[in-house]
């Protein structure tokens, strides 16, 4: 079984601080996705990261695939109050066939 | 419908009783996956179907729980003789391919409360 270990579980922050989050295996991912979901909601893509070292942006989000493909980050620039949700990792194997989640990271972003 | 379809969206049972939910995928997509979350946790992955492959039934907790996939489309997850610790929201994934980057689209799943 292929584990992810999400970090921290929680995190709360002021408005404009910046945050990392890490999502971390002893295992080796074909793909790592991150998601967030908003209470009430399916978890929803946010991005995919394939090639290790891969750095992909996405407005104040930065999200960093290392370089042996067991670990990535995601990193806020500038926490908005709409950043608040639950951050979630998910890996996928080399047969592409399943994806296992992280524990995730509930963020709340206070105005 | 454009997305995966879950129901019943909230379900209140008795101890003891037997459940159903039910998840529509989206249209074509071969992958299939539920998921359990409990209040402000993370996913735990339950089973997953894949086409007409076995399913990976290595997430269920106990023999209580059982999946099937009709037709390669409609998946049904049956709790039977339901327990307290059951009470979680229930997340029902579909995938369109056997690709490696392939995004899971999730219903909004089912809140189950066994009283």
């Known amino acids: 079984t292929q584990l992810l270990e999400q970090s921290p579980q929680f995190l709360s922050i002021q408005e404009g601080e910046n945050l990392t989050v890490y999502c971390n295996s002893s295992s080796v991912f074909s793909s790592l996705q991150w998601y967030r979901q908003e209470p009430g909601e399916g978890p929803v893509l946010l991005v995919t990261v394939v090639t290790g070292g891969e750095v992909k942006k996405l407005k104040r989000l930065t999200f960093q695939f290392g370089d042996a493909r067991k670990d990535s980050s995601l990193h806020i620039t500038a926490a908005q109050p709409g950043d608040t949700g639950l951050y979630l990792c998910a890996g996928s194997n080399n047969a592409g066939n399943m994806l296992t989640f992280g524990g995730g990271t509930r963020l709340m972003v206070k105005p | 419908g454009a997305g995966v379809s879950q129901s019943p969206s909230n379900k209140v049972t008795e101890k003891g009783k037997d459940v159903e939910l039910r998840c529509d995928p989206i249209?074509?997509?071969?992958?299939l996956y539920w998921y359990r979350q409990s209040l402000g946790q993370g996913l735990e992955f339950l089973i997953y179907f894949q086409g007409n492959s076995a399913p990976d039934k290595s997430g269920l907790p106990s023999d209580r729980f059982s999946a099937e996939r009709t037709g390669g489309s409609v998946s049904t997850l049956t709790i039977q003789r339901t327990q307290q610790e059951d009470s979680a929201v229930y997340l029902c994934?579909?995938?369109?391919?056997?690709?490696?980057?392939?995004?899971?689209?999730f219903g909004q799943g089912t809140r189950l409360t066994v009283v």
């Open positions: 994934a579909s995938s369109p391919s056997r690709q490696v980057n392939t995004e899971a689209f």
């Open positions: 249209s074509g997509h071969t992958a």
